[in-house]
């Protein structure tokens, strides 16, 4: 009864929402529901938070790693156009007390060059992009809290379990589906960060165990 709830909780609320570009969490994400969902009546509460915390865990360490990847890419690319700037015009002014066609063209290259790095810079709008992304990983934090108060309440086999394990399922599937998009590289500094110990999921504290 409460998988049938759930199902139907799920299409409301997704129908009111207009469908998000598909990205690599989003796929994984969505996998990993779907197979929580197929599995509930065979899984315990205990098992299925468990593997849906660590899943969120991910999903939240990469989508800091996603903003940060574009913070640095919208710094260089604004280093370089400043240096660009900054070379062009010594050029210009250099060229008031000698005459030489070789540093005027120098000149001029530095000054376009800055010019097409700060239009690529607006057109990909990376400062954007990684506003997106660091909000995405909050709503995720915040979802990783609740999962976690989930978990305790099933392993404690609390009266209400069931319904924040709802409340988990039903959030995670909307955030999947409208999280902005990630990529290859985002995922494998979190890889990288989740075998440095940056973060641990719930399997991790069960195998040191």
């Not at 969490?25 to 779907?34: C, K």
């Not at 209400?160 to 500094?189: G, M, Q, W, Y």
Request: proline letters at 2%; hydrophobic letters at 45%; a positive charge.
């Amino acid at each position: 009864m409460r998988y049938i709830q759930l199902k139907l909780m799920n299409r409301t609320l997704l129908a009111q929402f207009p469908r998000a570009s598909p990205s690599w969490t989003a796929m994984i994400s969505m996998q990993l529901m779907a197979f929580f969902q197929n599995r509930q009546d065979a899984m315990g509460n205990k098992e299925i938070i468990s593997g849906m915390y660590d899943s969120i865990a991910r999903t939240h360490k990469i989508h800091e790693k996603q903003a940060d990847y574009y913070l640095r890419v919208a710094l260089g690319l604004q280093i370089t156009s400043v240096i660009c700037i900054a070379v062009g015009t010594s050029g210009i002014l250099a060229t008031l007390a000698c005459d030489y066609p070789w540093l005027k063209i120098a000149s001029a290259v530095f000054t376009i060059a800055a010019a097409a790095i700060s239009i690529f810079r607006e057109a990909r709008n990376y400062d954007l992009l990684a506003r997106d992304h660091a909000d995405c990983a909050k709503e995720y934090l915040n979802l990783k809290r609740d999962a976690l108060r989930a978990y305790h309440a099933a392993s404690n086999k609390e009266r209400n379990a069931d319904s924040l394990i709802s409340c988990v399922e039903c959030k995670f599937t909307f955030l999947c589906r409208n999280e902005p998009r990630t990529t290859k590289h985002a995922v494998k500094l979190t890889e990288k960060a989740h075998s440095a110990g940056e973060f641990k999921t719930l399997k991790d504290a069960h195998n040191e165990v």
